[in-house]
């Protein structure tokens, strides 16, 4: 049974003509699935109603073809032919007592109409959002018209559908709507620009038509961004932000109030706490008495509790702490609180939709294989078989594979080489701004050592004459990769011999010894990974002292992580620590004190001092161990060893995502047949 400080969290909250069983709300988010996977879509979000939300919330959905936000994956309620997609959506929440909301969008000049060809729209001409040769044309007031049109047309669907909360959607600098709200968008002179209250006139009309289209059976959300973090140039929560509050306050009967942009909005835990959004939204439950949902990456039910407890919010607001474990109500509910599966922060769920794919956790490697390969995350099918199986290192895709099975019912013998768990999620989380990746490990500990089955050794460095000769009857090979320190990445494609000409420092090396393992002088870092790890051991290197150049091929610093919402904050932070940033430079020629670096497009040679020199390009597996057992192949019947499969980095080198990903897949593998492509091998 939960703890009393937690009942608060499951008290009903009346919003307008519907109720939700318990506060918890998982606001809308983009699942990289939408109307081109909806099973998928659909799947993942009823684990959710499942698992004990209140109100699960679909991803934003396209009302008109002229909000085509082709390719991505967005949903789609263009017209009557939409609805039964949506209904099997309601159907589904509601099968598990969870109320289903929908958040209705226009794009406008977010939409560049590349499906549907039609001219994007804005209150002013503008170019689209996205690097395209597209522009907006400013609506007159009978595209205006149509959109009130279309927009309660779409209300009137969401009705139909069977949705019970209908939302009207301002925000992300993604919208229509906010476009008309913002002045940097709205150049108007007619009555629907210049003065807020014109700016604001479409938005308040919009509501009204909303609410004009559903009557009294749904409720009506507003989702507004109050402050856009820009100071004067955007919308400030004690300006905007409070007048939009104070003049539309009791229209509708929700307020999900949120920062703007998408980055500010979803901050990875690099860059914010847990709450980060609490000081922005505390005003607008002082000027509604409408129920308020909030966001701020909220993990901890002490702090749910808290901020409800304070006045904050009505309702606790979560995308990826509903991601990374959608059963963290009924978890609550039922006093299992070390079951939780804490979101990381780490925005890899961001980079499905912005990678126009499937979205993937790093926490929680079912999202998205809801659908396609039936995975549950609570739920394994149990062995039809006693087992017993060995796993060769404890980073996330061996102890991933070990909870997985221990939970299927098998016997697991973890053994790990170094002195502590967690591999690599380890070894990152001591690095500037990743505290919160030990969680990947940490889950998964209390995971295994909660169970009978498992066997635990660490200071365990196995040989394949070991693993042969413990003669059980399967094996996981989970013994990770190492960064490479010879150049070979995405630019330099083969070793480059002229490193050896002076001091090269792996990021290994980096990750066990910190920064003193490094000569004093200046270093520099080369960065053909493109995720994250160059800029963490830039900071790193910075806040000791270094004088660091940062040396990339790609026009930007750690460029992958524009898909995980951290370019920007990254780049900021680097200059901000005065490191020096070489971009579109790839590496010509190394002598004991200097390189030579050169513009990847004419060629233009620059020598810059350096002391030592840190590649961060790719990895390789540490796959001796496998390339020897695999030498024996015909030795394993003899020791009465049946399979010996390698996963997670040791297998292919990847995200922590993946790793943990093929440490669940190998679980599900032992008995069942092969589901989704894995059938095609
Ligand atoms: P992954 O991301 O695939 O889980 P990691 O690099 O995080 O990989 O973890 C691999 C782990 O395997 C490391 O903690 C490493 O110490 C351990 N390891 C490597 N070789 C052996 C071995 N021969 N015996 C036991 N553990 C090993
Ligand atoms: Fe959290 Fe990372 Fe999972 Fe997203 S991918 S829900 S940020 S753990």
């Not at 909250?13 to 506060?23: A, D, E, L, S």
């Not at 856009?228 to 400030?236: K, Q, W």
């Not at 066997?455 to 040989?463: A, H, I, K, M, N």
Request: charged share 25%.
């Amino acid at each position: 049974m939960r703890e009393a400080r937690y009942d608060i969290l499951f008290e009903p909250v009346q919003i307008g003509p519907v109720k939700t069983r318990n506060r918890f709300y998982q606001v809308p988010h983009c699942t990289g699935m939408g109307h081109r996977y909806p099973e998928a879509d659909l799947a993942h979000k009823a684990v959710k109603a499942e698992g004990g939300w209140g109100v699960v919330s679909t991803q934003e959905v396209e009302i008109h073809p002229s909000s085509d936000l082709t390719p991505s994956n967005q949903g789609r309620l263009w017209d009557d032919s939409d609805i039964a997609r949506c209904r099997a959506f309601t159907d589904r929440i509601h099968a598990h007592g969870a109320l289903a909301a929908i958040e209705l969008v226009h794009g406008g000049a977010n939409a560049a109409n590349r499906l549907s060809r039609m001219p994007p729209l804005a209150p002013s001409h503008a170019l689209v959002t996205s690097d395209e040769p597209v522009q907006a044309r400013a609506m007159d007031k009978d595209d205006i018209h149509a959109f009130r049109r279309w927009h309660r047309d779409a209300a009137l669907r969401a009705k139909k559908a069977g949705f019970d909360i209908v939302y009207v959607y301002a925000g992300h600098d993604l919208t229509l709507l906010h476009h008309f709200l913002l002045a940097r968008h709205n150049h108007r002179t007619d009555e629907y620009g210049g003065s807020f209250e014109n700016r604001m006139r479409l938005f308040r009309e919009v509501v009204a038509d909303t609410r004009d289209a559903i009557g009294d059976s749904c409720a009506l959300a507003v989702r507004l961004a109050v402050d856009e973090l820009m100071g004067e140039a955007g919308f400030r929560h004690g300006a905007e932000g409070v007048d939009i509050v104070s003049a539309l306050a009791e229209e509708p009967d929700l307020w999900d109030v949120n920062l703007s942009s998408w980055e500010n909005d979803s901050q990875t835990a690099r860059f914010a706490q847990e709450g980060y959004q609490e000081d922005f939204i505390r005003f607008v439950k002082t000027l509604t008495t409408k129920p308020v949902v909030g966001v701020g990456r909220y993990t901890s039910p002490d702090t749910m509790a808290r901020i409800v407890r304070q006045g904050l919010v009505d309702l606790v607001g979560a995308a990826r702490a509903s991601i990374a474990d959608p059963f963290l109500p009924n978890k609550i509910r039922d006093g299992r609180i070390d079951d939780i599966r804490e979101c990381i922060g780490c925005n890899i769920c961001a980079s499905g939709d912005n990678t126009v794919t499937p979205m993937r956790c790093t926490q929680n490697p079912t999202v998205g294989e809801e659908a396609r390969k039936g995975w549950h995350p609570e739920v394994l099918p149990s062995l039809d078989r006693p087992a017993q199986i060995l796993i060769v290192g404890g980073g996330p895709a061996g102890l991933e594979a070990g909870r997985a099975l221990v939970q299927r019912g098998a016997s697991v013998i973890l053994a790990e080489a170094g002195d502590e768990w967690g591999g690599r999620v380890a070894r990152e989380s001591r690095l500037p701004g990743l505290a919160t990746w030990i969680r990947v490990r940490d889950w998964r500990m209390v995971q295994l050592k909660a169970s009978a089955q498992a066997e635990l050794y660490l200071g365990s460095r196995l040989t394949a004459d070991d693993i042969l000769s413990y003669g059980i009857a399967e094996v996981a090979i989970a013994t990770g990769a190492r960064w490479r320190t010879d150049g070979v990445g995405r630019w330099h494609r083969a070793p480059l011999p002229f490193l050896g000409a002076g001091v090269t420092v792996g990021v290994d090396r980096i990750l066990d010894d910190g920064p003193g393992c490094l000569p004093a002088g200046p270093v520099v870092i080369f960065d053909d990974d493109r995720y994250y790890m160059a800029s963490v051991v830039a900071e790193l290197l910075a806040a000791g002292g270094f004088d660091v150049t940062y040396i990339t091929p790609a026009p930007i610093v750690a460029a992958w992580t524009v898909n995980t919402l951290e370019q920007g904050r990254i780049q900021t932070r680097l200059m901000t620590m005065g490191v020096k940033i070489l971009a579109l430079s790839a590496l010509k020629a190394r002598d004991a004190e200097t390189l030579t670096c050169a513009c990847v497009y004419t060629g233009r040679e620059t020598t810059i001092a350096c002391a030592s020199f840190v590649p961060v390009t790719s990895r390789i597996p540490v796959d001796g161990l496998w390339s020897e057992l695999s030498a024996r192949r015909a030795e394993w019947p003899d020791f009465g060893i049946a399979r010996i499969e390698r996963i997670g980095d040791c297998l292919a080198p990847g995200i922590i995502a993946a790793a943990a990903y093929s440490g669940h897949q190998f679980s599900r593998s032992l008995d069942q047949p092969a589901a989704g492509f894995d059938a095609l091998r």
